[in-house]
């Protein structure tokens, strides 16, 4: 579970500060749209924010493997990579919005969904 909280820690921490500093790139290698908006920049900044506060916390969490807090950090991390796969790949499907890092962040989000799953069934055989 340490690994996987400090893999999510780097990785979401990283775009979040990616998107705080400039939204459009990001969103435009994710996405393969523009982000050209007052509005869409602001939601983009809101967004980076709530990633690097995700970052901070798995990193914060990363010690406490045994906590029922470093449970539901892991159950939240599980529901959060699922629902970015799962809206991502509407967005690449449905909406035909894609960029270079839309399938592989799919992919990504994917296999941390399952590594979480993973570390929940192991902690659950454990308590």
Do not use: F, K
């Amino acid at each position: 579970m340490r690994t996987l909280l400090i893999v999510t820690a780097v990785i979401e921490a990283a775009t979040g500060v990616a998107l705080l500093l400039s939204p459009p790139l990001p969103v435009s290698l994710l996405l393969g749209a523009s982000l050209d908006t007052p509005t869409g920049l602001v939601v983009g900044r809101v967004a980076g924010a709530a990633l690097l506060s995700l970052g901070i916390a798995c990193w914060l969490a990363r010690n406490d493997e045994q906590s029922r807090a470093a449970t539901g950090l892991i159950a939240a991390m599980l529901l959060y990579n699922t629902a970015v796969a799962a809206v991502l790949v509407y967005a690449g499907i449905g909406l035909r919005l894609a960029g270079v890092g839309t399938w592989p962040a799919v992919l990504l989000h994917a296999a941390l969904a399952v590594w979480c799953l993973a570390c929940l069934r192991t902690m659950r055989v454990n308590w």
